[in-house]
Nanobody, 125 residues
């Protein structure tokens, strides 16, 4: 099975930056990393989980709330996806998760197949 490990969270002041990493493993010769859409999701206290950004075959998507501030990228050689977060705001505070799925779209109402553990991001004002 695909396994995902998210890291890079922490405490940052408003206007600051963080880079999250999602290291993926468990692929086979015919079920490779590049066949999956990798998404970053977040859940703030008392709120529903929301999709933040996704990447698949070089194509990227972003939630309106993070466009222009967050950048998702992928290093296929390392089976790792990154989320560079700049100009962060207190409302970005949440637990961030990475997830993988071969078929679902970025902002699908359905749940991705594979999930990593969350990493806490806190933005102070």
């Amino acid at each position: 099975d695909v396994q995902l490990q998210a890291s890079g969270g922490g405490l940052v002041q408003a206007g600051g930056s963080l880079r999250l990493s999602c290291a993926a493993s468990g692929f086979t010769y015919d079920d490779t990393f590049d066949k999956y859409r990798i998404g970053w999701f977040r859940q703030a206290p008392g709120k529903e989980r929301e999709a933040v950004s996704c990447i698949s075959d070089g194509s990227t998507e972003y939630a309106d709330s993070v466009k222009g501030r967050f950048t998702i990228s992928s290093d296929n050689a390392k089976n790792t996806v990154y989320l560079q977060m700049n100009n962060m705001k207190p409302e970005d505070t949440a637990v961030y998760y990475c997830a993988a799925d071969k078929f679902l779209m970025c902002f699908s109402a359905y749940e991705y197949d594979y999930w990593g553990q969350g990493t806490q991001v806190t933005v102070s004002s």
